[in-house]
């Protein structure tokens, strides 16, 4: 089983539409989780941490499911510039380690 | 600005050549790392240093080395051993040094065999 978990998509979307993304994760001892976004070519850039408790920054809504080992992010009323790869990065366990999933790609329609 | 350095931006460089990356911060974070990224993979762990004068290795050391002399500072070489160098190599940093607290990356620098 790989250690990340994510549809690699593309996720085609119009514009205003509502999308989510899932992501499963295989070490039961990760204690941190992050959403990353990754432009064409570019670096990754942090998108949020993920709380136990989920937690929502603007349009963004991230939740934790720690006894499936799964995380999701929500993003409503997309808009162009949301097109991008996101990463699932769950960290801990005996590694230490941040572990970056393959990503799922967004790309929003005009 | 405070940020994350990295040069050159492209790399192109000949079969047996050494060549080094580099990597700075200002952000008066501990803990730095290098990561490369092939395509359709993620992000994979090189070397990392949580203080000054100390590294570990990641997951696919061989073929590389670093140091970390300056707080401020990581660069990374290729060298002529690492047998499939072409990717997108990575470099963060991050003010915690568990190594699960969060990143920071830099914009980058391609590297292409020739």
């Known amino acids: 089983r790989k250690e990340v978990e994510q549809d690699p998509g593309p996720f085609n979307v119009p514009e205003g539409a509502t999308v989510a993304f899932n992501c499963t994760y295989s070490?039961?001892?990760?204690?941190?989780f992050f959403w990353y976004r990754q432009d064409c070519r570019k670096e990754p850039k942090l998108l949020m941490s993920?709380?136990?408790s989920g937690n929502e920054d603007g349009r963004f809504t991230a939740q934790l499911n720690r006894a499936s080992q799964y995380i999701s992010l929500l993003i409503r009323d997309s808009k162009l510039s949301d097109s991008a790869t996101y990463l699932c990065v769950p960290g801990g366990g005996a590694t230490n380690k941040l572990i970056f999933g393959t990503g799922t790609l967004l790309a929003v329609q005009p | 600005d405070g940020g994350i350095t990295q040069s050159p931006k492209y790399l192109f460089r000949k079969e047996g050549q050494n060549v080094t990356l580099s990597c700075e911060q200002n952000?008066?974070?501990?803990?730095m790392y290098w990561y490369r990224q092939d395509p359709g993979q993620g992000l994979r762990l090189i070397y990392y240093s949580q203080i000054v004068n100390d590294f570990q290795k990641g997951d696919i050391a061989e073929g590389y080395s670093v140091s970390r002399e300056k707080k401020e500072s990581f660069p990374l070489t290729v060298t002529s051993a690492q047998k499939n160098p072409t990717a997108f190599y990575l470099c963060?940093?991050?003010?915690?040094?568990?190594?699960?607290?969060?990143?920071?990356f830099g914009p980058g620098t391609r590297l292409t065999v020739l």
């Open positions: 070490n039961s001892a990760s204690q941190s």
């Open positions: 993920v709380y136990s």
């Open positions: 952000l008066n974070h501990d803990a």
């Open positions: 963060a940093s991050s003010i915690s040094t568990s190594g699960i607290g969060e990143q920071f």
